[in-house]
Nanobody, 119 residues
């Protein structure tokens, strides 16, 4: 089970930290990805972190603004989002699967958390 939290309403330029709490399996076995889906758009990969070597990948438009990290002791993955823009508005999902930014790589999904960037 994956449970996201930390979403909300923030002004442009603001920050949020999303959390993905994982239960039922260890982060040693699956890569974790963050995805987002805006109204009328396809779900897209934002960032991911590996299960073995903690390698990380980011969508080009979030590089330098978003940082993915994990706490193995808490079995939780975080997405720190800084310098948020209105175009970052979406429902954000975390998922467990094989490392990469493609939806099809991931088997298990959370329920999502809404992020709204607006003044």
């Amino acid at each position: 089970q994956l449970v996201e939290s930390g979403g909300g309403l923030v002004q442009p330029g603001g920050s949020l930290r999303l959390s993905c709490e994982v239960s039922g399996f260890s982060l040693d076995y699956y890569a974790i990805g963050w995805f987002r889906q805006a109204p009328g758009k396809e779900r897209e990969g934002v960032s991911c972190i590996g299960n073995s070597d903690d390698s990380t990948y980011y969508k080009d438009s979030v590089k330098g603004r978003f940082t993915i990290s994990k706490d193995d002791a808490k079995n939780t993955v975080y997405l720190q989002m800084n310098s948020l823009k209105p175009e970052d508005t979406a429902v954000y999902y975390c998922a467990a699967g094989t490392l990469g930014l493609w939806v099809d790589n991931y088997e298990y999904w959370g329920q999502g958390t809404q992020v709204t960037v607006s003044s």
